[in-house]
């Protein structure tokens, strides 16, 4: 005789046999808040032994971003951390980990080095009608000045000044004129400097040397030191002013 079975019922005998086709089951709890990083609650997983094949699972909590190793790992950086990026450069200075390197501008200084340049003197031996001058030209770029000396022979007609009188000389010249003034470009001429806004010294001292003199008083050099001393007529006048040279050739004026 034929038995009429239910369909559901043999559904479900089907199941009872075969057990649960995955052997897994998850539950998940919390709430995802970073779509990119994972889930900032815990997941309760079900894990099927697969060496016993029964069906027995065990369950672990474990907070989201831990590893099985136990090794936690960070998805950012934190501040002050090393992220293999290239080192940052602010304010010219690049610093690494043991080397600092500037790389701004070097610092540069333009001028003048060594001594500084020392005054260009020289002596001219001018004849006139009237009179015979030995002049003597000292430019002075550190000073900013130009220094004058003017010696005339007393033979020809020349004059001592009073207040030079002290400058010691040879006998037959006498001290005419000491004088300074700013005009640096044509500082060595003869022939130009009572054209300058001159200042002359209101005294004088020092010595005046003739060096190899000939038979007609010229000497082929002199040493030279006179001070000078000045009233205020203007703010780059000194009070007081040394001009010194030795060796000074005269020359052909």
Known sequence: MRRIVDPALCTFALVLACGDATGTATETTG?????????????????????????????SDAPTGASAGGTTTTSGAEPGTTTGEPPVTTGGTTTTDATTTTTGDASTTIGTTGAPAQPVTRAWWVESLLTLQIRVIQRDVEAGLCRGFILESLANGGLDTPQYEPVEQPAEWGARYVFVHQDLDDCLDPYQYFEKDIVYAASATGTVTFHDVDPFGRPASVDLEITGSYMPAAPWVPAEDLLAATAVAVENG
């Open 31 to 59: 709430a995802s808040t970073d779509g990119t990083t994972g889930t900032t609650g815990t997941t309760e997983a079900a894990t099927t032994d697969g060496a016993t094949g029964a069906g027995e699972s065990s369950t």
